[in-house]
């Protein structure tokens, strides 16, 4: 079955420097690839996902990429500021019948002010 | 809109008793799923549901029921709780997917001694 690894496990930036988090998965039939952050006492939340046909996508400061020859992704969030400090977690899937989504351990990222 | 709501969220069980986690959602989504979260180890899929009357096995179901009677509400069962079964869960719901872009509830700390 799928197996995602993150890492690192934890990431201390200044704020206004650059983070980046990265995760590999195991099988090549994984096609749909998201990004949640969660807050102390919180739900997760997604905050990007990417698909196989796509090489990367941004939405304002956070940016994710996929290389799908060497079956890894990563998520690059830049100008990080304090209230970006949270555990993040990707995930891997196949689209089919099963659903099944397959989180990495999470990243517990700090933004020094 | 209150998103997914989850009740309780504290709980602490003796080894063999039951209970049941609650989950409702008010977005009128079809897929609806629970996940538990111990540390180090992400997230891993209890089970799910694809629509009113339709539940499936996730990674982890064993020791866990569930049922899906309407759109809204997902409850989790546990049969004879054990202290393996102590865990943060999350109940989540989606419009796209079972395993795409998830709203999360904000989940229910439960200890089993």
């Known amino acids: 079955g799928e197996n995602v690894e993150q890492h690192p496990s934890t990431l201390s930036v200044q704020e206004g420097d650059s983070a980046v988090i990265k995760c590999t998965y195991s099988?090549?039939?994984?096609?749909?690839f998201p990004w949640y952050k969660q807050e102390l006492g919180k739900g997760p939340q997604l905050i990007i996902d990417i698909r196989s046909n796509v090489g990367e996508k941004k939405d304002q400061r956070i940016a994710v990429t996929l290389n799908k020859t060497a079956k890894h992704f990563s998520l690059h969030i830049t100008e990080t500021q304090p209230e970006d400090s949270a555990v993040y977690f990707c995930a891997a899937s196949i689209e089919d019948s099963s659903y099944k989504l397959i989180f990495g351990s999470g990243t517990r990222l700090l933004v020094r002010p | 809109n209150a998103g997914v709501t989850q009740t309780p969220k504290f709980q602490v069980l003796k080894t063999g008793q039951s209970m049941t986690l609650q989950c409702a959602q008010d977005?009128?989504?079809?897929?609806m799923s629970w996940y538990r979260q111990d540390p180090g180890m992400g997230l891993r899929l209890i089970h799910y549901?694809?629509?009113?009357?339709?539940?499936d096995q996730g990674e982890v179901p064993n020791g866990y029921n569930v049922s899906r009677s309407t759109t809204e509400d997902f409850p989790l069962r546990l049969l004879s709780a054990a202290p393996s079964q102590t865990s943060v869960y999350f109940c989540a719901s989606s419009w796209t997917g079972a395993n795409e872009k998830l709203f999360f509830g904000s989940g229910t700390q439960l200890s089993v001694l």
């Open positions: 099988d090549s039939a994984s096609n749909y």
């Open positions: 549901s694809v629509g009113a009357g339709i539940t």
């Open positions: 977005m009128n989504h079809e897929y």
